[in-house]
């Protein structure tokens, strides 16, 4: 057998790299990183996840000062923004959970290749000038913003800028127009919207935050639109011109008709995210992306090329960081000889705006298509933890295969759906039942009631309402 000088190779040091490479060293793997940025953690830790997050939870805290929230709980404040210590807090956050996987990587004994790689055969990559050999490659090289054509993203001008250079704007815009009503659109809106910007999310299809529950979809847009968001549905833009500092942006109705200028002093465009596969020489080893310019896979994250694997956004499936990660755990223990699985079916996704959306399993839409269900809900506004804590926007939702009462989807708009949706998940992987749910003790008083209560709405008896 050849002589490697790795037992696996990970190209790409995001969710779903570190954790791969951190699992096949804990199996006893001699394991290698490739990563070209100057800090470990990829997207997520450096400009998605993490830094969205420090943004999200600093403008809610403004916000509730600002907008009398917290004066109505008794806590008098007269709140000043302080933008330069909070893009501080969001780098010092950044940095501390970055710097922790390099410790994590020499804890481990994983050997940092600084650079990007490139394939030279299917067992040998080039990173940095020097060829490095492994009997197995994971590629984990993760996705980039989708441009939008004919619009110039410039993040330094700070003027038409994708999710990182709204991450970092120097000033609060007055006009801001989001481009794209996903879930980058809608928690980065949300920030700057909060700390005082005129917000216009500019969204092709009819309703926001694709792939979501309808109704959800739909509760979603009148909550924006109630925190004073200005939500144009059923809209694409067709060109944006900068001039200094502000831009003009043209827009018009989906199906045709007259178009409208919108002025914007910020332009983000968040129209969706695409895999990295430039640059990696996949046509050295013959692997052929699919239509989506994705890296194609079987179950156990094998490419059909021998020795090398991929996982993360640079495969199909939704692009998140928690399935990135539990693919990396599951592609390292396949390469160990053991069995790595990810059940696709269970994969909770979050908004992270206020209320938090959250949804785990299918919508009713598709549930629906697939046979008959039932379907419970409940509002948050019945819920007394909610309720107490003047949150009582939203509901929970709960849909059930009508005759085998299986839990096929949860959804959620609460202030810590987030949170919740982990037990609908975890209920999920056990193949629960919606009674399983309803006849579960729940703490009292806690939003997670709401759960159990959708849950018993399944066979018609929620006790709050
Ligand atoms: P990535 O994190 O993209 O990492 C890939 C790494 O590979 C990068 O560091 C890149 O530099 C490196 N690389 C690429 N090519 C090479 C090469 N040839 N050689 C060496 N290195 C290479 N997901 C969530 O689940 N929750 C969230 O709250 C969330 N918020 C987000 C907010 C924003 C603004 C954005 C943009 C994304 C967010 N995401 C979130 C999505 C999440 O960041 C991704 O799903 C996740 O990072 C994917 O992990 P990955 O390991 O596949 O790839
Ligand atoms: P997205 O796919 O969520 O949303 C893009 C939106 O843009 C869609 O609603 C789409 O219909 C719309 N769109 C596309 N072209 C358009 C056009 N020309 N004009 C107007 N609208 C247009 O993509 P987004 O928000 O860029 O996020 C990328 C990825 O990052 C997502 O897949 C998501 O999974 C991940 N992410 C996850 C987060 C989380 O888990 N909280 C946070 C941020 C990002």
Known sequence: MADYDYDVLVIGAGPGGYVAAIRAAQLGLKTACAEGRETLGGTCLNVGCIPSKAMLHASEYFEQAASGAMTKLGVKVTPELDLEA?????????????????????????????????????????????????KNIVIATGSSVTPLPGVEIDNDKGVVVDSTGALELASVPKKMVVIGGG???????????????????????????PGMDGEVRKEAGKLFKKQGMTLKLGTKVTGVEVKGKKAKVTVEPAAGGDAE?????????????????????????????????????DHDFATKVDGVWAIGDVIPGPMLAHKAEDEGIAVAENIAGLTGIVNHDVIPGVVYTFPEIAGVGLTEEAAKERGAVKVGKFPMLANSRAKTNHEPDGFVKVIADAETDRVLGVWCIASVAG????????????????????????????????IKEAAMAVTGKPIHI
């Open 261 to 297: 200028v919108i002025e914007a002093d910020a332009v983000l465009v968040s129209i969706g995210r695409r895999p990295n596969t430039e640059g990696l020489g996949l046509d050295k080893i013959g692997l052929e992306l699919n239509q989506r310019g994705q890296i194609e896979t």
């Open 419 to 450: 949170t919740m949706i982990a037990q609908a998940a975890q209920a999920m992987e056990f193949g629960a039942t919606s009674e399983d749910i309803a006849y579960t003790c729940h703490a009292h008083p806690t939003h997670s009631e709401a």
């Open 183 to 209: 879930v980058i659109g809608l928690e980065l809106g949300s920030v700057w919207r909060r700390l005082g910007a005129e917000v216009t999310v500019v969204e092709f299809l009819d309703q926001l935050l």
């Open 86 to 134: 909070m893009h501080g807090q969001r780098r010092d956050s950044v940095k501390g959970l970055t710097g922790g996987i390099e410790f994590l990587f020499k804890k481990n004994k994983i050997d940092w290749l600084k650079g990007y790689a490139q394939f030279r055969d299917a067992h040998t990559v080039e990173v940095a000038g020097k060829s490095v050999t492994a």
